[in-house]
Structure formats: structure tokens, C-alpha cells
């Protein structure tokens, strides 16, 4: 048990427990797709506390990531993804053990000792092969999706189908799907907050269960109208 609170976790005191920051300081937790939503949900799982981060993605930043990716930057521009944003952690949380994975997920076993999983990935197939990873390691899945001014959240509990009731008839399209920075943000909000609630022990409403979001009329719906995104 934390005997002082560390100061620069300091005010997440009040909202956590001196318990549930103890748990999120041991917690292990591995993020596929450190773009849009990635990043977004790698710094704040920092910021709050994560004791350990695993973060993957075979890709690098080009100039059409400047819009919404966090780790992109002019300066960051050929660099590889995951790597960018564990340096960027490094200088935010020096007690964070962060492992930068510059590979696809489908390349290595990146779920190993990973209490649970975050899907920000661009690509139905993908999606539906780390949630079945994350079925045969017996850990959650929290997803998330981003088109445009729409947005989707929902956890896919240890043997849990979310992913495959989402995906599993969707046909990928040929052209990007348009991505707004203010979408992602929240989407990659929601996605750390039920993050944070898996590792903690705190109930949700989304377990097996989904959100969809409009931002131009500012519906949130969790009836699931899953149609709007790929």
C-alpha cells in the first residue's frame, strides 16, 4: 500500500482511492495503434498513473497525422510511432516502464503478462484478430473507432463477441476514413476511462455493450448504431 502519495500523481487524489492508485501504479497494459486514438490513450494512461505500458504500431508519422495524432510533429515526421510516444512518456512519468513494440501485434505475442488490452486500430481484420488474441489470453479488450464527426466505445469483456457483433459482416473500404482531432480526443478519453475502471474494479455500463457518439448533433447512444463506421 502507498505510504505517501506521489506528488505528481497528487490530484488524481480525491477521484482515486490511495487502493485504486496503488492497483493503476502495478496495473500492465498494451495499446495496438498509437495514432489518433493511441496516443491520446498511451499519455493518459501515463498521466494517471499506469505502472506499465506496452505500445504498438508498425508505423511512422507522415504529414496527414499532424491533424489529430498527438506524437506527430514536424519534428517527429519519418519517425516510428510507437517509439515517438515512448519517449514522450519517459518525460512525463519516469516511474512508467513503457516497451515500444515498432512491429504489427500480429508479429509477436504483445498481449504476455497484459492485464488488459486497448484497440486502436484502423483496419476491421485487425480489429477482430487482436480481440480474438485478447479471448485466447482471457483479458479485456476496450475498443474504440473514430469517423469523421462519430465516435464508438465499448469493452469486450475476457471471452466476450463485442468486437466480432461490431465487425464481423463489415467489408473494408478502399479510401481513409476522415478523422476529426476533437472526435479522437474524446473517443481516446472514453477508451482510458473504462480502461481505468477495468483496472481498478469499477463497474461499467459498456461491458459487452457499446456507445456511439455523434458530435454534430451530440447524441451519445448506447443503443448501438454501429453503421457509420468501418
Known sequence: ???????????NQGALSKKEQQK???????????GGLGGLVIENMAR?????????????????NLNRQLGATLATLGDNKA???????????????????????????????????????DTS???????????????????GAVNGWYGQVGVQPAGGDLVHRLYGNKQERGEPIPVLSFTATLVASLQAAE??????????????????????????????????YQ
Open 83 to 121: 517509439e515517438v510516444m515512448a519517449r514522450r512518456i519517459r518525460e512525463i512519468n519516469g516511474s512508467c516502464r513503457v516497451e515500444a513494440v515498432p512491429h504489427d501485434f500480429r508479429e509477436m505475442d504483445v498481449l504476455a503478462d497484459m492485464e488488459v488490452g486497448v484497440d486502436c486500430l
Open 1 to 11: 500500500m502507498l505510504k505517501d502519495w506521489p506528488q505528481p500523481l497528487l490530484r
Open 48 to 64: 494517471i498513473g499506469v505502472g506499465r505500458l506496452r505500445i504498438v504500431d508498425p508505423d511512422s508519422f507522415t504529414n496527414s
Open 24 to 34: 493503476l501504479i502495478q496495473s500492465r497494459v498494451v495499446v495496438c495503434g498509437c
Open 195 to 228: 480502461t481505468v475502471k477495468i483496472l481498478i474494479g469499477r463497474p461499467s455500463r459498456l461491458i459487452n455493450d457499446w456507445l456511439t457518439i455523434d458530435l454534430r448533433s451530440g447524441d451519445f447512444d448506447y443503443s448501438g448504431q454501429q453503421d457509420t
Open 125 to 143: 481484420d485487425a480489429r477482430l484478430e487482436l480481440a480474438d488474441q485478447c479471448n485466447e489470453k482471457q483479458i479485456p479488450l476496450v475498443h
